[in-house]
């Protein structure tokens, strides 16, 4: 079963660094921290506190940028931020409008914290990020069948859109796992552990599959997604797999 990785990037503002994680593991980290002018404190307190005012402000905005462009290479990232409640409120109206939408969370951080502290909170609000999306996507996917919309639920209704190449996201329970066949002439695909002789569309030779990896296979190959989903006591009762379907 294909799963599509989905890396996201850590922005600590008040540290000065962002640590990059992908599949739930630490990437790569970049330094902001630079060298700050040093100005003599007595005779220039309101001097310092502007220097340092604006070495601040010059920071986030250095931040914001790096920010920014990672987000525009790998619109697929997802951002989490970690710092005092103003200065969030700030850095964040610093960011362009599509990394304001990349922002999944805010978490707290203490900078004693080591790599693997920042790893073990970064993990845990991933994957509660990934239980709320998938549990909108399966009720999004029941509400839509109820209703006669382009959605189906079950093997069979499911294997009739993947076979005719209309759907749009492939739904179904990471535990799903059975038996099927496919033609290796007009890549039909068939379920059942009773392997036909022949392709029963175009009589060509047939093999046997793993029929959730045929289908993700199927709906891959005509630009459609998949969604696994940790396994869904509603979604079982119909197969544990259902789909939603394009705009035709």
């Given amino acids: 079963m294909l799963i599509t990785p989905m890396p996201w990037c850590c922005l600590t503002p008040k540290p000065r660094a962002s640590y990059e994680v992908v599949l739930g593991e630490l990437l790569t980290e970049t330094d902001f921290r630079g060298e700050a002018a040093e100005l003599p404190i ?34 697929e990232t997802h951002l989490i931020l970690s710092g005092k409640d103003e200065i969030l409120a700030h850095f ?22 080591t790599r693997d502290r920042i790893l073990h909170v970064a993990r845990e609000t991933l994957e509660q990020h990934e239980r709320i999306e998938e549990q909108e996507t399966v009720r999004l996917l029941f509400d839509s ?16 859109a993947v076979n005719a190449g209309v759907v749009h996201k492939l739904v179904m ?4 796992q059975r038996l099927g066949w496919r033609c290796q002439d007009c890549d039909y695909i068939g379920s059942g552990e009773q392997i036909p002789p022949q392709c029963t569309v175009c009589n060509g030779p047939v093999m046997a599959v793993e029929l959730g990896e045929a289908m993700v296979t199927e709906v891959l190959r005509h630009d459609g997604f998949v969604e696994p989903v940790a396994p869904d006591a509603h979604l079982a009762t119909h197969d544990g797999i259902g789909a939603l379907l394009r705009h035709l």
């Fill in 173 to 176: 329970n990471s535990d799903v």
């Fill in 42 to 75: 007595q005779g220039g307190q309101l001097r310092y506190r502007r220097q340092v005012r604006d070495d601040t402000q010059r920071h986030y905005e250095e931040v914001a940028a790096y920010v920014a462009a990672y987000g525009t290479e790998r619109p």
């Fill in 145 to 160: 069948a109820a209703r006669g919309g382009l959605a189906v639920l079950g093997l069979s209704d499911t294997l009739v």
């Fill in 92 to 113: 964040r109206q610093l960011l362009p409008s599509h990394a304001q939408r990349q922002i999944i969370d805010t978490v707290f951080w203490d900078q004693r914290d």
